[in-house]
């Protein structure tokens, strides 16, 4: 039987109030993880906050290892996740939502794999994100009415900071279409776990050099308090969706 989780970034702490959920602490080898449980038509939905609750976790320091090993020893096989993005793109504007397809990591400093052997694990990312959650997450945004931009290529940086617009320029040139800080490792450490991994990303901002807008965070967080719902409700249908479709 499938177990499904939702990972949520920025902004997602306000969804504590969208249900009653049960604190779970979940031990590993990397710390100790809080996830949060609540029933979901007769079944546990896992919500794991990215940041924390009191967002109190920069992208660069966010245990990613621990997050996804506690996930995967909860039992979890399926992971909807949500990021917050900028546009490369002028055509995907500010509070587009973008179902990634592929991705490019220019982090560094970030665990590359669980670390759970001696040796070093090669994973296979030839699709980076499952394909199955995918279709489920096309299928169901098509039947509910969320427009859901069905491919793009991700590139994730380490942050703090955002880019510069040599930077921009650059991510462009290589064929990205949107960039944020938070995607990677997760999306190919769940990979490495055998969970099953899809990401809708939230257009917050256009990147620097593509309007003459500075980029302030507290914007960023304003539209993902805004589209935080929305996600999680396109989630939750997808859940039941596939429920209701067990082929997916």
């Known amino acids: ?26 031990s590993t080898p990397y710390g100790d993880v809080l996830l949060k449980e609540a029933d979901f038509e ?12 009191q967002h109190q976790y920069p992208p660069h320091l966010i245990n990613y290892r621990a997050n996804i090993l506690a996930l995967r020893n909860h039992g979890v096989t399926d992971v909807f996740a949500a990021n917050a993005v900028g546009s490369l793109r002028i055509d995907l504007p500010p509070e587009s939502l973008i179902l990634l397809s592929d991705f490019i990591d220019f982090t560094h400093g970030r665990p590359l794999d669980l670390g759970e052997t001696s040796k070093m694990t090669h994973t296979d990312c030839s699709e980076p994100y499952s394909a199955e ?39 462009g040139e290589w064929g990205a279409d949107v960039v944020g800080m938070t995607g990677l490792p997760e999306a190919y450490l769940a990979r490495e776990a055998n969970m099953r991994y899809a990401c809708v990303a939230v257009v ?30 396109l989630f939750l249908s997808a859940i039941r969706f596939a429920k209701n479709n067990p082929s997916q």
Not at 157 to 170: D, F, H, I, K, Q
């Open 133 to 171: 959650l995918r279709t489920t997450l096309l299928e169901t945004s098509a039947e509910i009415g969320t427009p859901l931009f069905p491919r793009a290529v991700y590139l994730c940086t380490n942050g703090p900071r955002y880019e510069s617009p040599a930077e921009v320029r650059l991510f």
């Open 1 to 26: 039987m499938n177990k499904y989780a939702i990972i949520g970034g920025t902004g997602a702490e306000h969804l504590l109030s969208s249900a009653e959920w049960e604190d779970i602490l979940i």
């Open 42 to 53: 007769g079944e546990k939905l896992t919500l794991l906050l990215r940041h924390g609750e």
């Open 204 to 233: 917050t901002n256009y990147a620097a050099g593509l309007d003459a807008k500075a980029i302030r965070h507290e914007d960023v967080e304003n539209i993902m308090r805004q589209k935080n719902q929305e996600i999680f409700e």
